[in-house]
């Protein structure tokens, strides 16, 4: 079984900053390519970014440049970075792990951006 954990939303004013984090946990033993999606009130869920298991990254059209997704230093750990929100990005935010052709999903975390 794979367990998968993210934290840090929560209420922001438009222009601010949060950091999301993401552990992931049990039958895993290699480095998998992890993201994370967000779904808004009434949106279906969208890829804000991804990173593979050698780092190379993309990301939604949407983020232009405002978000960052990085590894931590422990294995299956990544971070979303996400500067100058918007009201538009507010949503539940989840972390996913692919190990081969099984996804693995976080319960997610609420974002709001709002004054």
């Known amino acids: 079984q794979v367990q998968i954990e993210e934290s840090g939303g929560g209420l922001v004013q438009p222009g601010g900053s949060l950091r999301l984090s993401c552990a992931a946990s049990g039958s895993i033993f290699g480095i998998y390519p992890m993201g994370w999606y967000r779904q808004g009130p009434g949106s279906e869920r969208e890829v804000v970014a991804r990173?593979?298991?050698?780092?190379?990254?993309d990301y939604g059209d949407f983020v232009k440049g405002r978000f960052t997704i990085s590894r931590g230093n422990v294995k299956n750990t990544v971070y979303l970075q996400m500067n100058s929100l918007k009201p538009e990005d507010s949503g539940v935010y989840y972390c996913?792990?692919?190990?081969?052709?099984?996804?693995?999903w976080g319960q997610g975390t609420g974002v709001t951006v709002s004054e």
């Open positions: 990173i593979s298991g050698a780092g190379r990254t």
């Open positions: 996913n792990l692919q190990r081969g052709v099984t996804d693995y």
